[in-house]
């Protein structure tokens, strides 16, 4: 039976605006969802956020994700940029999150000391959440290694798979320890842990082995 906008209460309205950020990130790892469809939702998702006075800056952040996801990258850097430019407001992923994805566009561009500067407040301790640091020390090993910083990439790489390890939703982030392993000359143990991760996630009822490799939500 369907619900009059009134019968809403201020925690549910913000609870379903805050659905479509999730809506927008979960279909980009679904392949059988038509790209013109996501699109449509990113349109419904801009209109609602215009109607309850939201700031676009959680509209642009998804619209960002969907282009870089499908590699239309002019688009992405359009919508980064307004991205930064908008005010924060109720609907905007905590500081944390929206560090780790400013600093992994940064990596993609090449620029992988900018990423690591924008990552600083994280590593530091000043910007924290459930996924935080755990994911930025993850995605900052291969940068590190890039940049010839191997002992911090270690260091990294020792703090922050003892936060991932137990932590089913990060996935994405233990698979960037196994590279790590593997680009630093460590092979043995990069297999040591995928085999450590796909007896675990095998025992996992409705977990298909492959998907330790996927990326959190």
């Excluded at 137990?166 to 085999?195: I, K, Q, W």
């Amino acid at each position: 039976m369907g619900r009059a906008a009134r019968d809403f209460d201020e925690y549910e309205v913000h609870s379903l605006h805050w659905v479509f950020k999730w809506v927008s990130s979960g279909m980009l790892g679904q392949p059988h969802i038509p790209l013109a469809s996501i699109e449509k939702w990113l349109g419904e998702m801009e209109h609602r956020y215009r109607l309850a006075g939201h700031s676009e800056r959680a509209v642009r952040s998804a619209e960002f994700s969907v282009a870089s996801h499908v590699g239309d990258l002019a688009r992405a850097e359009r919508a980064y940029t307004a991205w930064l430019a908008a005010d924060r407001d109720t609907m905007a992923d905590c500081h944390a999150c929206e560090l780790h994805t400013q600093g992994e566009w940064q990596v993609r561009r090449e620029r992988d000391a900018d990423a690591l500067e924008l990552w600083k407040p994280v590593l530091e301790g000043e910007f924290t959440c459930a996924h935080e640091p755990h994911t930025v020390l993850a995605s900052s090993l291969a940068p590190l290694l890039r940049l010839g910083r191997t002992e911090e990439a270690r260091a990294h790489h020792l703090r922050g798979f003892r936060l991932v390890r137990p932590m089913e939703s990060m996935r994405g982030a233990y698979a960037d320890h196994v590279e790590f392993c593997t680009l630093s000359g460590n092979e043995a143990r990069g297999l040591e842990l995928l085999s450590r991760s796909v007896r675990r996630t095998s025992r996992t009822p409705g977990t298909r082995a492959a998907d330790w490799t996927s990326c959190p939500s």
